[in-house]
Structures are given as structure tokens and as C-alpha cells.
């Protein structure tokens, strides 16, 4: 069965400081690979997608992704964090279904510290 | 601009009492889905639509039904069967299954 992993439910950096939020796929197929945000009470804001072609995808605010598949992975990496960056992100695997059926990781929480 | 408009924003049901969640795209979008999300868990997928007139059960449509009449509506009825209805609703919608999906802004249910 299709999953997705995100290690760690919550990350805690300080303002500047490298953010690095782990994802882990299991697909039979090839994935269709999203990273989305949450701000608190709000929808899901797309950052960055990977569907075929190039493996470093960069996305909105500085955040890319890099799909690894002999690791079966697509961290998720922003050079310095900004104080507006705290929300929670969520991996999510489109691929494999005939009707878009999204995978979604748990969510990982990030806060950032002053 | 164009986008997902769900409404409203907040909703409180009484115990026995149905209550139906509005959701409105103007993208053109062919494909909808309602979500449930609960603290710790994730998005989890209620129904979903791919064309006017026609919808398909996701992983827990128990207590919840859809209608889509129209290809900007995708509302939500959170009937009396579903137990524990409290929680943040997603609506999103896409073009097609392999872009990504457009979200909504939620409405969050809570049971007086």
C-alpha cells in the first residue's frame, strides 16, 4: 500500500538556521510528490511539486525539495528560517491512483525561534 | 482571483441535527474532494468528485453525503450518523489527477 512518512511531528529552529523537514514515500509507481503548508485555520498552500524531470524543485519562500528515489525520499530543505515559516508542512504523494487520490503524510509542525 | 470559497468558517451542530458545508470553485476544475482533518492524523478523504454528476466514496464517507449538480459545487451534509463529527473540513479541487490539488480555507464543525 501507498505511504508516506515525515519524520519528526514536530522541528524546532532558530530564526536563520537551516530547516530540514524529512519525507519518506512508498509507492509501487511512480509518485507525484507535493509539499504543502498549513498556517493555523487556514487550507493547505501548495510549496513545491516533483512530477518527472528535474529532481531539485524549487518552490514559493525559498523552500526546495529533492527527490532521491534510490532513497525513496523528498526532504524538504529552506536555507534560513524566517519567523513566518512556522506552520505545519505535509508531504503527499499523488501518484497511483486512477482519481487523484492523495497520500498524505502526518505533518510535521515546524516553530521557529527568535 | 480565482480560488476555493468554503463556508462558513465556523459551524456548530446540535446533537441529531444535520448540517450541510458549503464549497464553491471558480477554477474550472473538473475533479473536487472533501477532506476531514483531526489533530495528529493528517487528511483524510470523504468523497470525491471527477465530473458533474458523480461522486465516489473516499476512505470514511460513513455519516456524510455529497452532491454535485453543478460543476462549481461540491457542499457537504454531515448527517446525524456520523458520531463525532467535530473537526476542520477541507474542500479542494484540481484540474486533473496528476496536478495538484487546490484547498479551501475549512470550515471547522464543532457538536453544542
Known amino acids: 500500500a501507498q505511504s508516506v512518512t515525515q519524520l519528526g511531528s514536530h522541528v524546532s529552529v532558530s530564526e536563520g538556521a537551516l530547516v530540514l523537514l524529512r519525507c519518506n514515500y512508498s509507492s509501487s509507481v511512480p509518485p507525484y510528490l507535493f509539499w504543502y503548508v498549513q498556517y493555523p485555520n487556514q487550507g493547505l498552500q501548495l510549496l513545491l511539486k516533483?512530477?518527472?524531470?528535474?529532481?531539485l524543485v524549487k518552490g514559493i519562500n525559498g523552500f526546495e525539495a529533492e527527490f532521491k528515489k534510490s532513497e525513496t525520499s523528498f526532504h524538504l530543505t529552506k536555507p534560513s528560517a524566517h519567523m513566518s515559516d512556522a506552520a505545519e508542512y505535509f508531504c503527499v504523494d499523488a501518484g497511483g491512483t486512477s482519481y487523484g487520490k492523495l497520500t498524505f503524510g502526518q505533518g510535521t509542525i515546524l516553530t521557529v525561534h527568535p | 482571483d480565482g480560488g476555493i470559497t468554503q463556508s462558513p468558517k465556523y459551524l456548530f451542530r446540535k446533537e441529531g441535527q444535520n448540517v450541510t458545508l458549503s464549497c464553491e470553485q471558480n477554477?474550472?476544475?473538473?475533479?473536487m474532494y472533501w477532506y476531514r482533518q483531526d489533530p495528529g492524523q493528517g487528511l483524510r478523504l470523504i468523497y470525491y468528485?471527477?465530473?458533474?454528476?458523480?461522486?465516489q466514496k473516499g476512505d470514511i464517507a460513513e455519516g456524510y453525503s455529497v452532491s454535485r449538480e453543478k460543476k462549481e459545487s461540491f457542499p457537504l451534509t454531515v448527517t446525524s450518523a456520523q458520531k463525532n463529527p467535530t473537526a476542520f473540513y477541507l474542500c479542494?479541487?484540481?484540474?486533473?489527477?496528476?496536478?495538484?490539488?487546490?484547498f479551501g480555507d475549512g470550515t471547522r464543525l464543532s457538536i453544542l
Open positions: 479542494a479541487s484540481s484540474a486533473d489527477i496528476y496536478q495538484p490539488q487546490h
Open positions: 516533483y512530477t518527472t524531470g528535474a529532481t
Open positions: 477554477l474550472n476544475h473538473d475533479a
Open positions: 468528485s471527477q465530473i458533474v454528476n458523480d461522486f
